[in-house]
């Protein structure tokens, strides 16, 4: 199911592990999984469950808890706004509000072109940068106010 290079990857994550808690390293495992595939379904899940020798729920367990990963279809932009309260009371709320004007979208959903997917997201460990925003699960960007907003979505264009 997965590239040879994908593979690769999941046997370097395992590596970090005593081999008897080669489980310890589904959430790496998962998402390079998805960074192949640009979502996890449920094969994928499965998949990665398998290789790492543990019932697949174990693994879909961990795929339904954390945000980072997408059990549908994503946009090429996915923006994760942080909603968690501090975020929240310092402009995150206004944020994903300014957002989903902008997309014409609501949180979980896609942009009809395929372009943008906005979702809500937890504690990114940066409230005194708020309102936060993580692009594709790898790039933090803080103080997002409507300007720099603005300035991100044309970017992404």
């Known amino acids: 199911m997965f590239s040879p290079e994908t593979l690769q990857k999941f046997a370097r994550e395992v590596t970090k592990y005593p081999a008897i808690q080669k489980q310890s390293a589904v959430m790496a495992c998962l998402a390079h999984a998805q960074e192949e595939k640009g979502w996890l379904t449920p094969e994928a899940i499965e998949s990665v469950a398998n290789y790492l020798d543990m019932p697949p729920m174990a693994a879909f367990e961990v795929a339904s808890f954390y945000n980072m990963y997408d059990l549908k279809p994503v ?42 997917s906005l979702k809500e997201g937890e504690c990114m ?31 992404c264009k």
């Open 75 to 116: 946009g090429k932009f996915k923006i994760t706004v942080c909603t968690n309260l501090p975020c929240a009371l310092s402009g995150g709320y206004h944020a994903g509000e300014y957002i989903q004007k902008k997309l014409g979208i609501g949180y979980g959903e896609t942009t009809a072109d395929g372009k943008f």
């Open 125 to 155: 460990g940066a409230c005194g940068d708020a309102p936060v925003l993580i692009v594709n699960n790898r790039t933090m960007c803080s103080h997002m106010h409507p300007e720099q907003i603005d300035k991100l979505l044309e970017e």
